[in-house]
Nanobody, 119 residues
Framework: QLQASGGGLVQAGGSLRLSCAVTGSIFTTNIMGWYRQAPGKQRELVAAASSGGSVNYADSVKGRFTVSRDNAKNTVYLQMKRLKPEDTAVYYC???????????????WGQGTLVTVSS
């Protein structure tokens, strides 16, 4: 189970930090990240961090957002700075992991947290 928190209303130029705690264990090989979905748009990747140390960002948030993870706490964070009105969306945390007898893939989503950036 993924529990996201930290969303809210902020003025343009402001900052927010999202957190997503994972209940239970996670396979060693995994990717923890954040997606967002704005009204009328498709869900898109915002940022992700792999268990191997690589990170990936959407072009629109590079230089403004930072994804990080605390493996001991099974928690992924998204630090958002210099927020823009176009960042307004529901943000979903995601865990993609591989494990088990046949190295199966498992994909989990959090419940979503709303970020609203006013102009």
């Amino acid at each position: 189970q993924l529990q996201a928190s930290g969303g809210g209303l902020v003025q343009a130029g402001g900052s927010l930090r999202l957190s997503c705690a994972v209940t239970g264990s996670i396979f060693t090989t995994n990717i923890m990240g954040w997606y967002r979905q704005a009204p009328g748009k498709q869900r898109e990747l915002v940022a992700a961090a792999s268990s191997g140390g690589s990170v990936n960002y959407a072009d629109s948030v590079k230089g403004r957002f930072t994804v990080s993870r605390d493996n001991a706490k099974n928690t992924v964070y998204l630090q958002m700075k210099r927020l823009k009105p176009e960042d307004t969306a529901v943000y979903y945390c995601n865990v993609l992991e591989w494990g088990g007898s046949y190295n199966e893939e498992y994909n989990y989503w959090g419940q979503g947290t709303l970020v609203t950036v006013s102009s």
